[in-house]
T-cell receptor, first 115, second 112 residues
Framework: DGGITQSPKYLFRKEGQNVTLSCEQNLNHDAMYWYRQDPGQGLRLIYY???????QKGDIAEGYSVSREKKESFPLTVTSAQKNPTAFYLC??????????????FGAGSRLTVL | QKEVEQNSGPLSVPEGAIASLNCTYSDRGSQSFFWYRQYSGKSPELIMFIYSNGDKEDGRFTAQLNKASQYVSLLIRDSQPSDSATYLCAVSLMEYGNKLVFGAGTILRVKS
């Protein structure tokens, strides 16, 4: 079945640690995205990539880093510079096309808690 | 600042009624409009999208778009308890590489 796999589902981090969230897709989508969701809030864009070896900052990129070495993979690292990392992280992929063509498919999410 | 506004709710409707969810957006350059449903603790799933003025129907769902008023809505007919969820409105801006900007969502509760 085609889809997006995120891991781990739950992650606990001590202050000062870097953690990496995995995102893999087998939908053959060019574009991939990382969103953050806090309770009672909408999704906020962290980083996105429209092609391999290229990515752009979203609205809240500070304290995060990404790589896009393969079309299928778009891992997100939450660094110690991110002051409030506790949140629900969602990875998505899309065709990146115009108008309604850019429908996003989301992974199941990773819930990060800082201890 | 590109903004998408939704009433946070909760919106409560009885089973079988029509639920009406509303969304306004600030940028006239917005091209495409999406409605996602999100159950508690789960990821969003697409209900439907619309990019032309007017209505678009899919089963019990109807999306309505009025670009002049910068307004998009979602109607759910014959609401069921299983429709109880948070509904996220998202807007795509072509000039920003089709990134989606999401509203905070409206909580819908369908009471049986």
């Amino acid at each position: 079945d085609g889809g997006i796999t995120q891991s781990p589902k739950y992650l606990f981090r001590k202050e000062g640690q870097n953690v990496t969230l995995s995102c893999e897709q087998n939908l053959n989508h060019d574009a991939m995205y990382w969103y953050r969701q806090d309770p009672g809030q909408g999704l906020r864009l962290i980083y996105y990539s429209q092609i391999v070896n290229d990515f752009q900052k979203g609205d809240i990129a500070e304290g995060y880093s990404v790589s896009r070495e393969k079309k299928e993979s778009f891992p997100l690292t939450v660094t110690s510079a991110q002051k409030n990392p506790t949140a629900f992280y969602l990875c998505a992929s899309g065709t990146g096309g115009p108008l309604g063509a850019n429908v996003l498919t989301f992974g199941a999410g990773s819930r990060l808690t800082v201890l | 600042q590109k903004e998408v506004e939704q009433n946070s709710g909760p919106l409560s409707v009885p089973e079988g009624a029509i639920a009406s969810l509303n969304c306004t957006y600030s940028d006239r350059g917005s091209q495409s409009f999406f409605w996602y449903r999100q159950y508690s603790g789960k990821s969003p799933e697409l209900i439907m999208f619309i990019y032309s003025n007017g209505d678009k129907e899919d089963g019990r769902f109807t999306a309505q778009l009025n670009k002049a008023s910068q307004y998009v809505s979602l109607l759910i007919r014959d609401s069921q308890p299983s429709d109880s969820a948070t509904y996220l409105c998202a807007v795509s801006l072509m000039e920003y590489g089709n990134k989606l900007v999401f509203g905070a969502g409206t909580i819908l509760r369908v009471k049986s």
